[in-house]
């Protein structure tokens, strides 16, 4: 039996982050910091573009603007620390930040696996419910359903955190770039398989259950745009769906495979590279796939283009 007398003594972890030399470590810096300045100047452009044009005031382009605000805190939680270990190495952190870390990290992915859920019943509504649509998702649901998403995420990963947060520790180093469950566990001085079991279960639970329902909204969908009688109007009621289709595809397939995904993942430490697909790909792509090819975006972007040019010439 290990001798646990200085277990709880660890104040402090240190990151692994990646490892970068040579010439590898200023590309991988730079580029690291080109997708996070670009996922920050995208998330922000696509936030204050929704609110500056009216043409943009429908639910739809409410939520995607929710879903911006909530990727500026997402790659801020995590990017800063992927930058350090690039640029200097293993990173020292204080386990009250490491913690709080993780809380947040698992609040907001939590809180995107719901407001995802929120988009497809928002298209939902739109496709098959059209006559009823704007009753049913009024201002005052919008704001209820996006506030119920930030409530449910942070209020479950309480969970994750008590139990991470309560463990005796014996080593320091988490091979990962930001305070991780599974790298932290794997630093505790007891036997934590039943955590693992329990936070897998809450997290596989939540995500299996929010795919499931998406996908059976995307069923109705599908079922509602086939009846449609010309090829134009289907053609335009699958665009309005692809964009978010593809942000699920690319969160939960990556999640999936990091929290359910086969033990040998986590124990050699790919996990972190799979995490670099939901901390900093899916934010940095999120505005380009919601506004690439959409007529009504390109709209609103020359209507605010035309009145700042307005307001410069009056000047």
Same mark, same amino acid.
């Given at each position: 039996?290990?001798?646990?007398? #200085? ?12 490892? %970068?030399? $040579?010439?590898?470590?200023?590309? !991988?810096?730079? $580029?690291?910091?080109? +997708? ?10 696509? +936030? ?5 044009? =009216? ?11 929710? /879903? ?13 620390? /992927? ?10 952190? =204080? ?21 995802? $859920? ?68 794997? /630093? %505790? ?6 955590? !693992? ?9 939540? #995500? ?7 996908? $059976?909204?995307?069923?109705? +969908? ?27 595809? /690319? ?22 590279? +799979? !995490? ?9 792509? #999120? ?6 090819? #959409? ?14 040019? !307005?307001?410069?010439?009056? =000047?």
């Amino acid at each position: 039996m290990m001798d646990h007398a #200085n277990e709880t003594r660890i104040h402090n972890f240190i990151l692994a982050g990646f490892t %970068a030399t $040579g010439t590898m470590r200023p590309l !991988a810096v730079v $580029g690291t910091l080109c +997708i996070y300045l670009l996922t920050l100047a995208g998330n922000l452009f696509i +936030i204050v573009l929704v609110k500056a044009d =009216s043409g943009l005031s429908t639910p739809m382009y409410f939520f995607i603007s929710v /879903l911006s605000f909530l990727e500026l805190w997402y790659v801020s939680a995590t990017v800063p620390t /992927l930058l350090h270990t690039l640029l200097h190495g293993k990173l020292p952190i =204080s386990s009250v930040v490491c913690f709080i870390q993780l809380y947040v990290f698992h609040s907001l992915g939590l809180t995107e696996c719901y407001l995802l $859920g929120v988009m497809a019943w928002d298209r939902y509504l739109a496709i098959c419910r059209p006559l009823h649509y704007h009753a049913l998702m009024s201002r005052q649901v919008q704001l209820t359903l996006a506030g119920a998403s930030w409530v449910a995420g942070f209020s479950e990963a309480l969970v994750p955190g008590i139990l991470t947060g309560t463990l005796p520790f014996c080593w320091k180093e988490v091979a990962h770039y930001f305070c991780e469950v599974a790298p932290l566990m794997r /630093l %505790a001085c007891v036997d934590t398989s039943w955590h !693992a079991r329990v936070h897998r279960t809450v997290i596989g639970v939540i #995500n299996a259950c929010n795919l499931l329902f998406i996908l $059976g909204l995307y069923g109705g +969908i599908l079922r509602a745009v086939m009846k449609l009688p010309s090829a134009a109007s289907r053609a335009k009621a699958f665009s309005t769906c692809s964009s978010h289709m593809t942000v699920v595809t /690319l969160f939960f397939g990556s999640a999936f495979i990091v929290y359910s995904g086969p033990p040998e993942i986590r124990a050699d430490g790919k996990d972190k590279f +799979i !995490a670099l697909v939901y901390s900093l790909l899916t934010p940095f792509f #999120n505005p380009f796939i919601y506004t690439l090819r #959409n007529k009504e975006v390109k709209e609103a972007m020359k209507r605010v283009s035309q009145r700042i040019r !307005a307001v410069l010439k009056g =000047s």
